[in-house]
């Protein structure tokens, strides 16, 4: 894999901070443009993990997970934190979707559909409430210190878009209660608005002006500037952010446990 400098050298910075390897792989049956497994457990190394696209060298998909890294570890040991799903929050998805109205009822699903179902959603969900914020974070941190990353990051945050526009699809609205589809909208339109500020183009949050949605996303983007950028104020962001769409009591704080 060739790579530039300026990422194997990020990638250096990420193994000597946290003291373990950085792998890093390409699937092209990824759901998302990049993912990032921190090491854990039984597994001692974290796993960088893109979506290859024909003429596009992934390097800022592989700093961009590697940002998460830096971030994680930049706290105290007795910081680090992983987010999970409550008892509460698996209980309150199945009682939405057994509900008259509810997509299992509506498309006559059995109790394990949905109980996948409600699995799939919750862990979305929470996947996108923590990614998103911080992910900001660190994409401000690749904008403002390398520069030879903005034309690729400018293609990925257009990407990324047109990944969230297909929330808006009529059959995923259908399969998703009001609670986890607002919040998902939401966070969506916090994405929207923030690169719209950025590049000045408001065309970007196309799909993303309708309402309440909007209204909500702007309070999240509040937020999101009203918190310090520090990485210690990580958790409390996603905590604001978690409040304000009604999701606090969906999830809980673990300690994060390194390989």
Not at 43 to 57: F, L
């Amino acid at each position: 894999m060739s790579l530039r400098q300026t990422t194997r050298e990020i990638i250096a910075r990420v193994e000597q901070v946290s003291g373990m390897p950085v792998y890093v792989t390409q699937n092209v049956n990824l759901p998302t443009l990049a993912s990032v497994q921190m090491a854990r457990g039984t597994m001692p190394a974290h796993v960088v993990t893109y979506k290859p696209s024909a003429g596009e060298p992934p390097d800022y998909l592989i700093v961009f997970e590697c940002g998460f890294i830096l971030r994680h570890f930049a706290n105290a040991p007795e910081d680090r934190v992983d987010i999970t799903s409550t008892e509460q929050g698996r209980d309150d998805l199945m009682r939405l979707l057994q509900a008259p109205d509810g997509s299992a009822r509506r498309h006559k699903l059995g109790a394990t559909e949905t109980e996948q179902l409600g699995r799939q959603l919750l862990d979305g969900l929470l996947i996108h409430l923590r990614s998103v914020p911080i992910g900001l974070r660190v994409g401000t941190w690749i904008r403002n210190e390398y520069s030879e990353f903005h034309d690729l990051q400018h293609a990925q945050v257009l990407k990324e878009l047109e990944i969230n526009r297909q929330t808006l699809q009529r059959e995923i609205r259908e399969m998703m209660p009001d609670r986890v589809y607002f919040a998902t909208l939401a966070i969506n339109a916090a994405f929207a608005l923030f690169w719209a500020q950025v590049y000045d183009d408001p065309d970007l949050t196309a799909g993303f002006r309708t309402g309440k949605e909007e209204q909500a996303g702007r309070a999240l983007l509040k937020l999101w500037n009203d918190t310090p950028d520090i990485s210690s104020y990580d958790s409390e962001l996603i905590d604001a952010w978690g409040a304000k769409l009604g999701l606090t009591d969906w999830y809980r704080w673990i300690p994060y446990h390194p390989a």
